[in-house]
Nanobody
Framework: QLELVESGGGLVQPGGSLRLSCTAS????????VAWFRQAPGKEREGVSC???????TYVDSVKGRFSISRDRANNTVYLQMNNLKPEDTAVYYC????????????????WGKGTLVIVSL
């Protein structure tokens, strides 16, 4: 069983930055694609960004140019660098992985973290 743990959330002013981390136990975490999702109050969860086995990345249009995903295989960690944050980025952010999936996907994830809260406000 893979356990994912997110960290790095918090309160930040508009225009600020945060770096989220997703750390996992288990060697398979480094093998497969990892995705970040977010869920704002009263809204459905949406896929935000993903990094594939080979390092390819995808982003939802609303965060392109502001967010950057990366991974450190040696430390079993995936990061989401969030710059120029906006109030509409306020949400609980989750990382997730589908077992055996090398390419990016935002459906049918097998493993989820518990989330980290990001609040963008004055």
């Amino acid at each position: 069983q893979l356990e994912l743990v997110e960290s790095g959330g918090g309160l930040v002013q508009p225009g600020g930055s945060l770096r989220l981390s997703c750390t996992a136990s288990g060697f398979t975490f480094a093998l497969y694609a990892v995705a970040w999702f977010r869920q704002a109050p009263g809204k459905e969860r949406e896929g935000v960004s993903c990094i594939s086995h080979s390092g390819g990345t995808t982003y939802v249009d609303s965060v392109k140019g502001r967010f950057s995903i990366s991974r450190d295989r040696a430390n079993n960690t995936v990061y989401l660098q969030m710059n120029n944050l906006k109030p509409e980025d306020t949400a609980v952010y989750y990382c997730a992985q589908k077992q055996g999936r090398f390419g990016c996907i935002y459906n049918d994830m097998d493993y989820w973290g518990k989330g980290t809260l990001v609040i963008v406000s004055l």
